[in-house]
């Protein structure tokens, strides 16, 4: 089970990744769930990206709604 945080977290990187702090705590869980990916930095900078698997779960919530 996702925590407030951690929900919240996986929206932004959906709708906002070059928004992300990556020293963000809620990005290791999300990870761990393989919910997101971290692209290694072509830029300079990594960024978040949704899985498959997170943009299931962020279309399964939306439908709760």
């Known amino acids: 089970m996702l925590s407030p945080h951690e929900l919240a977290t996986l929206m932004l990187v959906k709708n ?19 919910l997101i990916d971290i692209e290694p930095p072509e830029s300079g900078v990594a960024l978040a990206r949704v899985t498959p698997r997170g943009d299931a779960l962020l279309r399964a919530v939306s439908r709760v709604r």
């Open 16 to 34: 906002a990744p070059d928004w992300i702090e990556p020293d963000r705590i809620e990005l290791g869980a999300l990870r761990e769930l393989q």
